[in-house]
């Protein structure tokens, strides 16, 4: 299934920061595109080290 493309956060938004899967409507796409624009409701799973990891969350939470 291909990702929808539309403005907000982005995968690749976070340096240092890996987006290793997003879950959207009950489907769970591994490592997704850097293009991957996230939508409300989508759960993502991040790696990367504890202090990045809290960066990126907050941003993504601000939706940045």
Same mark, same amino acid.
Not at 30 to 50: I, S, T
């Given at each position: ?6 403005? +907000? *956060?982005? $995968?690749? !938004? $976070? *340096? +240092?920061?890996?987006?290793? !899967?997003?879950?959207? #409507?009950?489907?769970?796409? =591994?490592? *997704? /595109?850097? /293009?991957?624009?996230? /939508? &409300? +409701? &989508? =759960? =993502?799973? %991040?790696?990367?080290? *504890?202090? =990045? %990891?809290?960066? $990126? /969350? &907050?941003?993504?939470? #601000? +939706?940045?």
């Amino acid at each position: 299934r291909s990702a929808r493309r539309r403005r +907000g *956060p982005r $995968a690749s !938004a $976070a *340096p +240092g920061v890996r987006v290793s !899967a997003v879950r959207r #409507q009950g489907i769970r796409g =591994v490592n *997704p /595109e850097r /293009e991957l624009c996230f /939508e &409300d +409701g &989508d =759960v =993502v799973v %991040l790696r990367g080290v *504890p202090a =990045v %990891l809290a960066v $990126a /969350e &907050d941003r993504l939470l #601000q +939706g940045w």
